[in-house]
C-alpha cells in the first residue's frame, strides 16, 4: 500500500467537517453551522460536513444542519464513538487531505493522532474560548476558536 501511495503521489483533496453536535451547538456558545462551516473552508474545499447529533435532538435542530447543508448522523449511542470511528474512515481511505473536528471534548486526540501518522492534516474547531480544549488544540495542525 505504501508503495502505491509514493507511485500515485499524494492524492489526498479537501476537508471533511465533523460537528460533534452535543458538545459544540449548546446555548451558552451560540454557535452558528455556517461559521463552522467556514472555519472548515479557510483549510480548503469543504468535501464532507457532518453533524453528528443523539437521537434525542430536537427535529428544528436537524432541519437546521440539513438546511445548512450537513449530512446528519444521529446515533441512539455515544456520539463521540460514531464520529471518531468515521474519521479513522476517512482518514484511513485516504479520501482528504485535512480533517477537521468541531468540539470541545478531548475524546478526539487519538483521531487527529491518527489523521498525522497517516499524513491528514487536522484543523480542531473550538465553539469559543470557554469551550476550547487544549489538548485537542495542542495535537491538532491548525486550530480556530470561533468568534475570536
Do not use: Q
Amino acid at each position: 500500500m505504501e508503495f502505491l501511495r509514493r507511485l500515485l503521489g499524494n492524492r489526498r483533496e479537501g476537508v471533511a467537517l465533523f460537528v460533534d453536535g452535543p458538545n459544540v451547538l449548546r446555548e451558552e456558545f451560540d454557535v452558528d453551522l455556517d461559521d463552522v462551516r467556514a472555519a472548515a473552508a479557510a483549510s480548503g474545499r469543504v468535501v464532507a460536513a457532518r453533524l453528528y447529533l443523539n437521537e434525542d435532538a430536537p427535529p428544528a435542530l436537524v432541519r437546521a444542519g440539513e438546511a445548512r447543508g450537513y449530512e446528519i448522523i444521529t446515533t441512539s449511542g455515544d456520539v463521540d464513538v460514531k464520529l471518531a470511528v468515521d474519521v479513522a474512515e476517512f482518514v484511513l481511505r485516504n479520501r482528504v487531505g485535512t480533517v477537521a473536528i468541531a468540539s470541545r471534548d478531548t475524546d478526539f486526540k487519538p483521531s487527529f493522532e491518527l489523521a498525522g501518522r497517516e499524513g491528514v492534516r487536522t484543523l480542531a474547531i473550538a465553539p469559543g474560548s470557554y469551550g476550547r480544549s487544549d489538548a485537542l488544540r495542542k495535537t491538532a495542525d491548525e486550530s480556530v476558536t470561533l468568534g475570536e
